[in-house]
């Protein structure tokens, strides 16, 4: 065996029991503890964990020397991931989501102070965008997934039935719970539930000590850096129908990005695809752009505005965030026929690419 083999074994060999020790004794249920904490090796020092949630995956990394308490706060992060989507998914039909959109029209419906907030926080956003973030659009996506199915667009009709039943001014949000001001309407958090399930797990973080970290759900990621000598992360904006303009990278210290857009998901109908990003104004599948990046102070605020952005389009979407405090945007759209993509932004976003 030459040295080289030699030594890569050895590092493997290291490496394998580095991982059975980390993913070993810690955290409570089985799942847990077999949940695998490995070292990116990308960084010195860190460590970090991949799971399932909100239909998409996550990674969580921590910068710090002791693994076990890598591990402690890793899986604590991650539960209070899986905390807020058990509460907002609606695909869960005991969420809380779920239980609103059941009751909402007749009753009021008890709330944890995570679905309040983000509610609140929704209607903050639908305001900001004027309308063009609204979480109570959902009528519209049940009616575009039935029409997916049918394989036909639906008709003027059934469009103006479901915009009767939206509009989060509609909503009613207590400090116990929420109901809503007309029967048949519904909420899908899906468009801010992922930033704020960042937020929430890079405080878990913070709070367990860390002075260093990344929150990946999805592809939006939030990252903090407060080393001695800060050391930029490097993410990549992720590429909208894959290979159409070179990739972009972005140096991020403390602060979010995410990115929407309609080139993971879609309804597609005879030969055409619609995103899964609909404008609650008009009820049609949004149209203008193929890929927003939004950089904010929080992820919350960066999951609603690239979901809002993707709605409102290349010139009102790049005005509406120039016009916003410490908010920088990227539009990525198809050129006509297939062509290459074009990339445009406000202005101080090159301050944050590599
Ligand atoms: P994102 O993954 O952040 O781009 O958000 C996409 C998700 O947001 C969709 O899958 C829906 O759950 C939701 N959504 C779609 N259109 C809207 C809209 N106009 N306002 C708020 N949420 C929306
Ligand atoms: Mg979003």
């Given at each position: 065996m030459s040295a080289r083999i030699l030594k890569a074994a050895v590092t493997s060999g290291f490496f394998i029991l580095a991982m059975i020790f980390l993913s070993g004794i810690l955290g409570g249920d089985a799942a847990k503890q077999s949940l695998i904490v490995r070292r990116d090796n990308t960084r010195p020092n860190t460590f970090c964990v991949d799971f399932q949630t909100m239909g998409t995956d996550a990674t969580l990394k921590v910068c710090i020397s002791d693994p076990s308490r890598a591990r402690q706060m890793l899986v604590s992060a991650m539960d209070r991931i899986l905390e807020i989507e058990s509460r907002m998914s609606t695909y869960l039909p005991d969420s809380e989501s779920s239980q609103l959109n059941a009751w909402g029209g007749h009753r009021h419906v008890p709330l944890s102070q995570d679905t309040i907030y983000v509610l609140k926080q929704a209607r903050e956003i639908a305001e900001t965008t004027e309308g063009a973030f609204d979480p109570t659009y959902a009528p519209l996506r049940d009616l575009w997934r039935a029409a997916e199915m049918e394989d036909r667009l639906p008709s003027a009709e059934d469009i103006e039935n479901c915009l009767q039943r939206t509009g989060i001014s509609n909503v009613k949000v207590d400090e116990s719970g929420s109901r809503f001001k007309k029967e048949g309407m519904q909420v899908d958090l899906g468009g801010i539930a992922k930033g704020y399930a960042i937020d929430e797990a890079v405080e878990v973080l913070k709070k367990h000590g860390a002075v260093a970290g990344l929150v990946d759900i999805g592809g939006d990621i939030r990252v903090f850096e407060g080393g001695k000598i800060p050391e930029p992360w490097k993410i990549m904006v992720n590429d909208p129908r894959g290979g159409k303009h070179p990739p972009i990278y972005l140096l991020l210290r403390d602060v979010a990005v995410a990115t929407s857009g309609d080139y993971a998901r879609y309804f597609r109908i005879g030969e055409e695809r619609y995103s899964h990003?609909?404008?609650?104004?008009?009820g049609w599948p949004a149209e203008d752009a193929s890929s927003v990046t939004v950089i904010a102070p929080r992820a919350i605020l960066a999951d609603g505005l690239a979901t809002a952005i993707s709605v409102m389009g290349i010139r009102e979407g790049l005005k509406l965030a120039g016009s916003l405090e410490e908010v920088e945007c990227m539009i990525i759209s198809l050129g006509s026929a297939g062509g290459y993509a074009q990339v445009e932004q406000t202005s101080g976003f090159e301050n944050y690419t590599d």
């Open positions: 990003i609909i404008d609650p104004r008009d």
